[in-house]
């Protein structure tokens, strides 16, 4: 089936640095998501991307549906302490719109 | 605002107690919904899709006697875990999505641990 590869796993990062991390599969997408999850909490939408080429943003993140449609990335500029947390791709595929498979995740932790 | 409630927030029970967990969809009629469970460190596992007035869907290898969906309304699906046991201690989230399409919008999940 299809599937989500999500890198990197985790992120060591100093506060105010730039933060990148993406998915990819190999087969097409329709659309991309972009989920944050902290400790104890459900996943919250961050950007949803519908478009091949899209590039979207939200404050601080930036998220783009790749040309391919096999891909999406998301950047995290000038990180703050509250954007620890994990990080979850997910798309629906491509023989039901309504379910979603997810990618395993990325956790980013800042250095103090 | 919060587009999806879930409730409780934490249950911890005896072996053998059956738990219901609530999940709301606030902004709008949910003819579907979705829970998942979610195992420490990784992601999300779709466990069942709930159809308003309908029986739920499950995945492979979730038991439908194990855990009971109803879905009464537009805005109310439940999850009962029957005669849990420890090996079922995990946290729940459900989401809802508008009319079936994407995105789906997760509740603040359900933490269950059973002694």
């Known amino acids: 089936g299809q599937q989500l590869n999500q890198s990197p796993q985790s992120m060591f990062i100093q506060e105010g640095e730039d933060v990148s991390m993406n998915c990819t599969s190999s087969?097409?997408?329709?659309?991309w998501l972009w989920y944050k999850q902290d400790p104890g909490e459900g996943p919250v939408l961050l950007i949803a991307?519908?478009?091949a080429g899209e590039l979207t943003s939200n404050g601080r993140l930036t998220a783009q549906f790749g040309i391919t449609r096999k891909d999406s990335f998301l950047n995290i500029s000038a990180s703050i302490p509250s954007d620890v947390g994990i990080y979850f791709c997910?798309?629906?595929?491509?023989?039901?719109?309504?379910?979603?498979?997810w990618g395993a995740g990325t956790k980013l932790i800042i250095k103090p | 605002g919060a587009v999806v409630s879930q409730h409780p927030s934490r249950v911890i029970c005896k072996s053998g107690t059956s738990v219901k967990i609530e999940c709301r969809s606030l902004?709008?009629?949910?003819?579907?919904m979705f829970w998942y469970r979610q195992f420490p460190k990784q992601s999300l596992m779709l466990m069942a899709t709930?159809?308003?007035?309908?029986?739920?869907?499950?995945e492979q290898g979730v038991e439908k006697d194990k855990f009971l969906i109803n879905h009464a309304s537009l805005t109310l699906s439940t999850l009962t875990v029957t005669s849990a046991h420890p090996e079922d201690s995990s946290f729940y989230i459900c989401?809802?999505?508008?009319?079936?399409?994407?995105?789906?919008?997760f509740g603040d999940g359900t933490r269950l641990s059973i002694l």
């Open positions: 989401s809802v999505s508008d009319r079936g399409n994407q995105p789906q919008h």
């Open positions: 902004d709008f009629q949910a003819t579907t």
């Open positions: 709930s159809n308003e007035g309908s029986k739920a869907t499950y």
């Open positions: 087969s097409i997408f329709n659309t």
């Open positions: 991307l519908y478009k």
């Open positions: 997910a798309g629906p595929p491509m023989d039901s719109n309504y379910q979603l498979i």
